[in-house]
């Protein structure tokens, strides 16, 4: 987006904050319930991003955090803990097993390590679906509360939704910050050329590791705030297709671009909303749309975004160099 | 003892299936770089496509036929041309990628254009038991464990023994020396997918059978073909062969012996344990790294 003035853009994002804040006001309970699953799952794909677009890890083991993080706060808030504790435990939680999922990761790369993950991720729906006396099995969790923020119930849709807008703003901040931190800087060291990375002192082990664990950690928060959301969980949403899904909004939004799985979840989660309308037809034409963009663009829309800005940029500095020859061949 | 034979048995027809999935699974692999996540709904779908043709009034073996020759068009022809040829540069991530969602949309229009409800579907194999060894044993079985084998076997000979099957082998290995000395590369990468989309078809009209036409019956199979060929060797026709026999008789012994709820887990573990010792697969080789 370097092609826009910094003001531009600056008004630009103020508008879509703007936007994201009072045009819901007036939706009904059911574009808002699909809006907060936006602001959600744009949670869970950022970590996917980190981990796949930065680091370039591939991990089909997201949705099974999703998971996690869903039981852990589900499990909580019902016994009374508060969501912000709930939360915290989440992110512990999917960080250290996410942690460990990095281990096969230094082992095996590319399609292996996307069997390893893919997995696990049907190895954790198994545990979600047979350790009832934890997870309640296939009859799952119901009446999971949500919380009082600053003591103002969220109960209604319309409150509950600025949570998850909340929240996907820190999750946002953090990131944005985090991948111009070194450390995000050393991710994209090792997706580029892992070898050189480490040449350079890099130390790979631990930042292939804290990688899967950061991304992981954000599929908790996601999780953590998905069980309020929908107020019930069982293993089904959380079976290896969200994980699919999952990669499929990073990889279609643009991997490794910021906005990415912004767009990415927008596709994911409203457009089947939009096809509606074709009835039963609107999951064949949203894997027909899926299929026919990365034909078309393999990096996503914002790579579609980016070739147009490249070629817009490398046009105007011809354009910059031809007048400078003619201007010193008039000189001569 | 008895119970065991029965575990074996069933277990191997299983996997003979497996492995015909897991084959064509690893030739795309070999020859186009192509991981196809739809690989199980390539299985679902020519058995509805069979269904179809009966439907119009074809007799059976026409409706075989045809639902080969169909699916050999579009899950061959057709795939090949229109997503894996425009994004095979691309790499390997995006074109997976495409290929999920090409389950997705196989999975949708069978469900919309079909039914949603599982459909009977007419065995090739008679049913009925017979005595092997003083062990009962279902006709099904060794009806469905004979074609596979049959079929496995006379692709070992296509690749191993005839030219064109040696011309197949160059072009996956090193195709840029292959068309060096004239092999028709890009023939050949077509003559793989041909060769999966028949294969799929057989496995489709053996399994159907047993576990009914399902829109949803691709995910679980596909899955299986893909362990079974990462556990085999995901650069050997015969380590998927050995993978998928493998993961058969080893998921029918899960389910036997260490609990129902948790038998999905065993082929599960026993991947990871692979990818983690032997990233090659059990008789693969291994892969140069590239940096």
Redesign the interface.
């Known amino acids: 987006m370097s092609g826009f003035a910094k003001p531009l853009k600056i008004a630009l994002g103020l508008i879509v904050i703007a936007g994201l804040i009072v045009v819901p006001m007036n939706f009904n309970r059911y574009g808002l319930f699909i809006l907060s699953q936006w602001a959600v799952m744009t949670i869970a794909a950022m970590g996917l991003n980190l981990t796949l677009g930065y680091a370039g890890q591939v991990s089909l083991a997201q949705g099974a955090f999703v998971g996690i993080g869903a039981y852990a706060s589900a499990i909580m808030t019902a016994h009374g803990w508060p969501l912000p504790v709930a939360i915290l435990v989440a992110i512990v939680l999917s960080f250290a097993v996410g942690w460990l999922l990095g281990y096969p990761a230094l082992r095996v790369q590319h399609h292996y390590l996307a069997f390893v993950t893919l997995a696990f991720s049907t190895l954790a729906f198994l545990v979600f679906r047979n350790e009832s006396w934890l997870t309640g099995g296939i009859y799952g969790i119901s009446n999971i509360p949500r919380p009082h923020i600053f003591g103002i119930a969220t109960n209604k849709p319309l409150p509950f939704y600025y949570v998850c807008l909340g929240s996907l703003a820190i999750v946002s901040l953090a990131v944005w910050w985090l991948i111009r931190s070194p450390w995000g800087r050393a991710f994209m060291a090792l997706r580029e050329n892992p070898l050189r990375a480490q040449s350079l002192g890099i130390d790979t082990r631990r930042y292939t590791l804290m990688a899967f664990a950061i991304g992981s950690a954000l599929g908790g928060v996601a999780g953590a705030l998905y069980a309020p959301l929908t107020q019930y969980i069982d293993p089904v949403p959380f079976n290896l297709s969200l994980s699919l899904d999952l990669l499929m909004m990073v990889i279609v939004g643009g991997a490794g671009f910021y906005f990415g799985p912004f767009l990415g979840a927008m596709i994911a989660v409203l457009l089947p909303e939009w096809l509606r309308f074709t009835e039963g037809y609107y999951l064949m034409l949203y894997a027909i749309a899926v299929m026919g963009l990365l034909v078309w663009s393999p990096t996503g829309i914002l790579g579609i975004l980016d070739r147009y800005m490249a070629a817009r940029r490398t046009k105007a500095a011809s354009a910059l160099r031809a007048v400078a020859k003619s201007r010193l061949e008039t000189a001569q | 003892m008895s119970n065991l034979f029965d575990l074996l048995v069933a277990g191997l027809a299983t996997g003979a299936i497996y492995a015909l999935v897991a084959v064509g699974f690893t030739l795309l692999w070999q020859t186009s770089q192509t ?1 196809n ?1 739809a690989q199980g709904e390539f299985v679902m779908l020519p058995a509805f496509l069979m269904l179809a043709a009966m439907h119009v009034g074809a007799p059976f073996w026409l409706a075989i036929i045809l639902g080969i020759l169909l699916s050999m068009i579009l899950l061959g022809l057709a795939f090949k041309m ?2 894996v040829d ?2 095979m540069r ?9 290929t ?3 389950a ?2 196989i999975k ?2 069978v ?2 254009f079909f039914s949603a409800e599982a459909s009977p579907f007419p065995s090739i194999v008679p049913t009925g038991d017979i005595t092997v060894l003083g062990h009962v044993v279902s006709l099904q079985s060794i009806g469905v464990l004979v074609v596979a084998i049959l079929a496995v076997f006379g692709l070992t000979t296509l690749l191993n023994r005839t030219s064109l099957g040696h011309q197949m082998q160059a072009a996956a290995q090193n195709p840029m020396v292959a068309r060096i000395i004239g092999v028709p590369v890009e023939r050949m990468i077509l003559l793989t997918f041909l060769i999966n989309a028949f294969l799929v078809a057989l496995a489709s009209l053996l399994i159907t059978p047993i576990y009914l036409a399902k829109f949803s019956s691709g995910e679980v199979l596909g ?1 299986a073909a ?2 079974a060929a ?1 556990v085999g060797g ?1 650069n050997q026709v015969r380590g998927a062969i050995a993978g998928g026999l493998l993961i058969g008789v080893l998921d029918n012994l899960a389910a036997a012996y260490v609990s129902t ?2 038998r ?2 065993v082929p ?2 026993f ?2 344990a692979v ?2 010792f032997r ?1 090659q697969g059990l008789l693969g080789r291994a892969e140069e790294r590239t ?1």
């Open positions: 991981i996540f229109l997503l425009p994004m691309h790499g390997v991530l995006p074109l997976a990628i495409a999920m969602a090409l997705i949309g949708e229009a469900k919309q899955q893909f362990i990462i995901f709820q948790y999905a887990a599960m573990i991947l990871i990818i983690l990233p940096v």
